[in-house]
């Protein structure tokens, strides 16, 4: 099994930045690709961005493109996730994910919440206009 801690959210002006922290513990050496998620009030939870571990291959949700970065430190077991030019429209609970080799999910699948077997409790970004 795998856990997952996410840290880094907070209150921010629009047009300003956050940096999101997600660190791995437990078997990590079966992760397969780790990604980030978000969910406003009354919405359904998206993908955002997603990471494959072995070839650091990403992918993007299109509204983020640009302005959002995720990657991934081996060594420390953490992805991060990197908000620039956020807008009131990005303001949600964020969550990271991360599914093993033993799922072996398709890359067309990594920003689909369905392909995902862990999950962090979450950390709240509010952007105001």
């Known amino acids: 099994q795998v856990q997952l801690v996410e840290s880094g959210g907070g209150s921010v002006q629009a047009g300003g930045s956050l940096k999101l922290s997600c660190v791995a513990s437990?078997?990590?050496?079966?992760?397969?690709?780790m990604a980030w998620f978000r969910q406003a009030p009354g919405k359904t939870r998206t993908g955002v961005a997603s990471?494959?571990?072995?070839?650091?291959?990403?992918s993007y949700t299109e509204s983020v493109q640009g302005r959002f970065t995720i990657s991934l430190d081996n060594r420390k077991r953490t992805v991060y996730l990197e908000m620039d030019s956020l807008k009131p429209e990005d303001t949600a609970m964020y969550y990271c994910?991360?599914?093993?080799?033993?799922?072996?999910?398709?890359?067309?699948?990594?920003?689909?919440?369905?392909?995902?077997?862990?999950w962090g409790q979450g950390t709240q970004v509010t952007v105001s206009s």
């Open positions: 994910a991360a599914v093993t080799t033993d799922r072996n999910i398709r890359a067309r699948h990594a920003l689909l919440e369905f392909a995902y077997n862990a």
């Open positions: 437990g078997s990590t050496f079966s992760l397969h690709y």
């Open positions: 990471i494959r571990i072995a070839g650091r291959e990403t």
